[in-house]
């Protein structure tokens, strides 16, 4: 036989000799027994405030709750310390809202949320009081974020500056929203016109950035990263940033929700600690509900983006991609034409970004 025939024999003996000595692990899967998953709170917004339930379910559903552990059919209803209350209104995919406009959230005023699951079980949450809002702040620095791929273009990094009252425990939690411009191919509308081509979008992205005043007491927070605008098309971006004053405890639940949020999801990974809130059973207080109801003070600040340094080669190389087919107000979840500017800009600081 040819010296490289026997070559190729040894070869191929020694990949499948390797071949059957691997064996299929069959891992065990991770279950857990369903417990009652809250999410909402109130605030000094006059908005219609809401509670989510759901059911938890094994690990790997993540964000994305099945209809099947949804709940449609609970009693719930908001109370404050002072003996007055307001039931809550289903609305669909596990969300129940307010529908009474004089039921405010106040400062200095406690407030729980009640729960009945339609087997008997109550829960109820632990007092949680708003603390007075803290009013002082702007936007100190806007950076454009070059980083860009398929699943998001460039960025508009907002920081903001907040001058945090001496003498008191503060902590904060920071939330925002931007609508920005958009562009489609647009809708031909005859003789080489072409409409709907621009539309700007609501953007609310889930970033939630907290902070605890314990190392800087009285004095100022200066350039905390609070959110991202992404970068689309040409335009001003307006942008509602919602500034909280929360409790410790409501504190302490985000870092827990931080820290489980650090781990690296592997299989082999402990499964990771429920993060129980401040609800409980109230026939059973050792049976925790998952989340948190709660209560907080919020200061808004609006101001609208002007870039001047954005190019259409900037565009063509980080934005070309996310361009769609249609007419732009269509296409685009959330979105106004061209010719509608979002309400309540109107006398909003206008704050220029060059780069």
Not at 12 to 25: D, G, P, Q, T, Y
Not at 265 to 294: K, R, T, W
Request: glycine share 6%; charged share 20%.
């Amino acid at each position: 036989m040819p010296l490289h025939n026997i070559r190729l024999v040894v070869i191929l003996a020694f990949f499948f000799s390797m071949v059957s000595c691997i064996k299929e692990i069959r891992p065990p899967l991770r279950t857990v027994t369903p417990k009652l998953v809250v999410e909402g709170g109130i605030t000094t917004d006059t908005t219609p405030y809401q509670v989510k339930l759901s059911f938890s379910g094994p690990y790997r559903f993540g964000q994305n709750i099945p209809d099947s552990l949804i709940i449609e059919d609970a009693q719930v209803s908001i109370a404050d310390n002072i003996g007055r209350s307001t039931p809550l209104t289903y609305k669909g995919n596990g969300i129940y809202v307010t529908t009474d406009t004089t039921f405010i959230g106040q400062s200095g005023k406690a407030y729980q949320v009640h729960i009945t699951l339609q087997d008997g079980r109550s829960y109820i949450s632990q007092p949680e009081k708003i603390a007075a809002p803290v009013t002082d702040l702007h936007v100190s620095k806007v950076e454009f974020d070059a980083d860009y791929d398929f699943q998001h273009p460039t960025d508009l990094k907002i920081f903001v500056d907040v001058n945090d009252p001496p003498g008191e425990e503060n902590y904060y939690l920071w939330k925002a929203y931007s609508w920005v411009p958009r562009k489609a191919t647009g809708v031909p509308c005859g003789n080489y016109c072409i409409k709907w081509i621009y539309c700007t979008q609501l953007i609310n992205r889930p970033f939630v950035t907290t902070f605890s005043d314990a190392s800087i007491n009285g004095n100022t927070i200066r350039e905390q990263f609070i959110y991202r605008s992404p970068i689309y098309w040409f335009g001003r971006h307006y942008l509602d940033i919602s500034q909280q004053a929360i409790t410790r405890e409501h504190f302490q639940f985000w870092k827990r929700f931080e820290e489980q949020n650090a781990k690296t999801g592997s299989i082999l990974d402990p499964l990771p600690a429920p993060i129980e809130g401040n609800i409980y059973n109230v026939a059973n207080p050792d049976d925790l509900a998952l989340g948190y109801f709660s209560a907080s003070s919020v200061t808004h600040k609006k101001v609208m983006l002007v870039p001047f340094s954005i190019s259409q080669f900037l565009l063509d190389q980080t934005a070309l991609y996310f361009v769609k087919e249609g007419g732009c107000h269509l296409v685009y979840p959330d979105a106004l034409e061209d010719k509608y500017n979002p309400t309540g800009w109107e006398n909003a600081e206008e704050i220029e970004v060059h780069w």
